[in-house]
């Protein structure tokens, strides 16, 4: 097998290198710093068929929520998510039999509806509520070693 090679590099004159005052350290710089917690996005399916709304959960964290919903009926369908006041926050395009369609949203805590919104649907049933919560923070227990 071949060895290569890097070609050497001319050294760099102290002029030129950055200075590193007393500030700029290592030992000078905080160790530990706080990293901002990411929580992935909680998710909620939901199965539409004829005058039938079905989630997978009745309960979702607060902050961001993918809502997937699967039209497992033979009759179009779509679906809304609607606050408590009544204001309508996203609705999907309406989702043929056996399709699929997506809402991103956040949610702070509160609780909301589902609905789909095709005429008549919701006077026939199709109309669920679901709570959001605020997040439990994870605790993280300490094992002290030899006890």
């Not at 050497?8 to 710089?29: D, E, I, K, Y």
């Not at 006041?85 to 996203?90: A, D, P, Q, R, T």
């Not at 095709?118 to 070693?145: D, L, N, S, T, Y």
Request: charged letters at 20%; aromatic letters at 4%; glycine letters at 6%.
């Amino acid at each position: 097998m071949p060895q290569f090679a890097l070609p050497p590099q001319p050294p760099v004159p102290v002029s030129a290198r950055p200075a590193l005052s007393a500030s700029a350290t290592p030992l000078a710089t905080p160790v530990a710093r706080r990293r901002a917690v990411v929580r992935r996005p909680a998710r909620m399916l939901v199965f539409a068929s004829e005058y039938k709304l079905q989630p997978s959960r009745r309960v979702v964290p607060a902050g961001r929520v993918i809502i997937q919903t699967k039209n497992i009926g033979e009759d179009d369908h779509n679906l809304a998510v609607r606050a408590a006041n009544g204001h309508v926050l996203k609705v999907t395009p309406v989702i043929r039999s056996g399709g699929l369609a997506t809402l991103r949203l956040s949610l702070r805590p509160g609780r909301y509806w589902l609905v789909c919104t095709i005429p008549g649907h919701e006077a026939h049933g199709m109309v669920r509520a679901f709570i959001v919560k605020r997040p439990v923070p994870k605790v993280v227990k300490r094992v002290r070693k030899g006890t």
